[in-house]
């Protein structure tokens, strides 16, 4: 077979191939929403900081530009510039072949430091237009594509330079992606995290349209990045820090108790964020629980009739991020995700690395020590205090109590059917009232709630006893509290917070979503937990009523609406008589509800830290800076 004939043959393949991808981008990057379109910049980026893990180049630098393409430049080695065996130049194949199947298929894994350019020849096939410059051997080279990958201008030497690096340009496909718009945030983000992970790693984010930069380096990596998780909470102690190997794996951990009450726990392998935990973090939370047991029994702060703590006693208040490098060989994934690390080994040989630091840390830091173990000595007293009532209800001795904590307020669905049922927390004792009238009394059941909510994220395990709204949102889900908490034995499938559209409204909701988010967070977890959507305006035709839910949907209707109507603004639930508030906000068959969901724990955490802790100056920080930043894109997903 000639020569000639050989490359055009790979040339077929080679577009067959960037076809598929264009034709199933979900089984390549997961999906075609904000998601997948950031995924093509990991895909980039991650090669750049694969270069850097390798030892080559510090820097990384992001712009978002105007026409709505992104560049990423390294000062790695640069992509060889020579002809590969098939004839083509190298950089052509790196961003033209597909490298063996999808990764999604392959489980959503990659190990940073393996294959270079890994991923180039997905994104470039998901774009209109990409452009990649090298520089390497005194000389500068570029190759373009456009449309899905085709060649536009095979690689050029262009000029002469002595830095070295690469520069990628890309312009998302917009008929493949429903929106192609870049988040500044959402890349920072991800990019100071990646920081965090390699010290020493420079990563640079502007944005061409708004102008705003970043910059993100730290000479501490974990340190640093539990540094950043606590900011805004009162730490007990400095960072602790460990290291040590087994078997080829590397573990390091960082850990800081701070004065909150909630337990916050990262896990990354090779660089990659395990979001579903697994064996790592299971031996890291054996190892800590054995080494405050054994402690405290030596230095006799635990007799032998206290019993013991239990894992969750020793983790209130923790902050930790563990980070483990695994050898291919041993690398086990599980999950429906793959975010959650397998690798039986990785449990023991985290536990003991953990233990033995940890253990020698408290022997050297005594005071540190024993405030630690007061912390848990509370958990521990709550947590057993908490058993006895409910065992005491369970004996039926508490049911007198629930049902008068409940008697008055809540109204009760009739129908049986808990997976079916509804509970509605609604804002006052006005909408409260129209919604029990004009709610379906077989599966709505509805609890008004007087007043503002405690602020949990000030409040301990005691605090939240104490306080009867909470008491009686408790009982009425019936499905327990904090690490007693099962979704499973919930009175009702769903969990629908119900306030005016106003600021008050916004304040009740955070306050509740910041409740279920410390103490009910597996109610999130399973999907039960949702916002009911109410509409902003009515236009009033005199026979009947249209219903509007925003101001730009108002907009839309007054210029597509013919005859004359009124436009009526709901101040609050309230104004609605009870059929209104039915049909418009809790009619399954009509309403809109939004489903409260966690994607980002690190974030979530943060965010509930920053907006909801005891510091004033960070909330107001951030709520300055990220004007955009409301609940519709936070809470609201
Ligand atoms: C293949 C081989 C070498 C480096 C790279 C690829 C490389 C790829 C990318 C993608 C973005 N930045 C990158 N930097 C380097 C090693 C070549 C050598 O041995 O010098």
């Known amino acids: 077979m000639a020569k000639t004939d050989k490359y055009d043959e790979s040339s077929i393949k080679i577009l067959e191939g960037l076809e598929a991808v264009r034709k199933r981008p979900g089984m390549y990057i997961g999906s075609t929403d904000k998601r997948g379109l950031h995924h093509l910049v990991w895909e980039i980026v991650d090669n750049s900081i694969d270069e850097v893990i390798n030892g080559y180049g510090n820097i990384v630098k992001i712009l978002m530009r105007k026409d709505g393409s992104i560049t990423v430049a390294d000062n790695g ?13 190298t950089p052509e194949v790196i961003y033209t072949v597909l490298h063996a199947g999808g990764k999604f298929e392959e489980g959503n894994y990659k190990v940073s430091g393996g294959l270079h350019g890994v991923g180039g020849s997905v994104v470039n096939a998901l774009s209109k237009k990409m452009d990649v410059t090298i520089y390497r051997d005194g000389k500068i080279a570029n190759i373009r594509f456009c449309d899905g990958g085709k060649v536009e201008s095979p690689l050029k030497f262009i000029g002469e330079s002595k830095k070295t690096g690469t520069v990628v340009t890309f312009l ?24 965090f992970l390699l010290s020493g ?34 730490a007990l102690h400095k960072v602790i820090n460990f290291s040590g190997q087994k078997e080829g794996i590397e573990v390091e951990i960082a850990m800081q108790y701070s004065e909150s009450y909630s337990e916050n726990i990262l896990s990354f392998v090779n660089n990659v964020k395990t979001v579903d935990g697994g064996s790592h973090e299971v031996g890291f939370k054996t190892g800590i ?30 902050s930790a991020v563990i980070n483990l490098r695994i050898p291919e060989k041993l690398l086990q994934f599980e999950g429906q995700t793959k975010g959650k690390l397998g690798t039986p080994e990785a449990r023991s040989i985290t536990e003991s690395i953990t233990y033995e630091h940890l253990k020698f840390f408290l022997e050297e830091n005594k005071e540190i020590a024993l405030t630690i173990i007061e912390k848990a000595s509370k958990s521990k007293l709550a947590r057993e205090a908490a058993r006895k009532a409910r065992e005491a209800a369970r004996a039926g001795k508490g049911k007198d109590k629930k049902e008068k904590v409940l008697s008055g307020k809540l109204a009760k669905a009739t129908g049986k059917d808990a997976k079916i049922n509804e509970l509605f927390l609604v804002e006052g004792d006005s909408a409260g009232g129209s919604a029990k009238t004009g709610r379906n009394r077989e599966t709505q059941a509805i609890l008004p709630l007087r007043g503002k909510v405690l602020n949990c994220e000030k409040a301990s395990s005691n605090d939240i006893n104490a306080n009867e709204e909470l008491n009686t949102l408790t009982y009425a889900i019936g499905a327990g509290i904090g690490s007693d908490f099962d979704p499973k034995d919930s009175n009702y499938g769903k ?30 977890e399973a999907g039960m937990l949702y916002i009911a959507n109410p509409p902003l305006y009515a236009l009033d035709f005199g026979k009947y009523k249209e ?91």
């Open 77 to 89: 080695r640069g992509v060889p510039t020579g002809k590969h065996e098939s004839g083509k130049s």
């Open 172 to 195: 998302p496909d917009y008929e493949i992606f429903k929106n192609c718009e870049f988040s500044f945030t959402t890349i920072c983000e991800r990019m100071q995290e990646s920081a």
């Open 201 to 234: 790693l420079i990563v640079e984010v502007a944005d061409e349209k708004t102008g705003r930069e970043a910059k993100f380096h730290y000479e501490n990596g974990l340190i640093n990045f539990v540094e950043y998780i606590n900011e805004n909470k009162k």
């Open 289 to 318: 629980t054995k080494a405050f047991n054994d402690y405290a029994k030596e230095k006799n702060l635990l007799k032998a009739k206290d019993g013991t703590f239990d894992g969750s006693d020793v983790r209130e208040g923790l």
């Open 495 to 524: 969990v629908i917070i119900m306030t005016d559209a106003d600021d008050d409204g916004a304040h009740i909701q955070i306050l509740l979503l910041t409740f279920f988010y410390r103490f009910m967070r597996p109610l999130i």
């Open 547 to 637: 219903y509007v839910a925003t101001d730009e949907e108002l907009e839309e209707k007054k210029k597509t609406t013919k005859g004359s109507y009124k436009v009526q603004r709901f101040k609050g639930l309230g104004e609605m008589d009870a059929d209104e508030l039915y049909e418009t906000t809790m009619n399954p068959e009509t309403r809109s509800l939004i489903k409260v969901s966690i994607t980002d724990a690190a974030l979530a955490e943060k965010r509930v830290s920053v907006l909801m802790g005891d510091k004033v100056e960070p909330r107001k920080e951030w709520i300055e800076e990220n004007v955009d930043f409301s609940l519709e894109d936070n809470f609201r997903r």
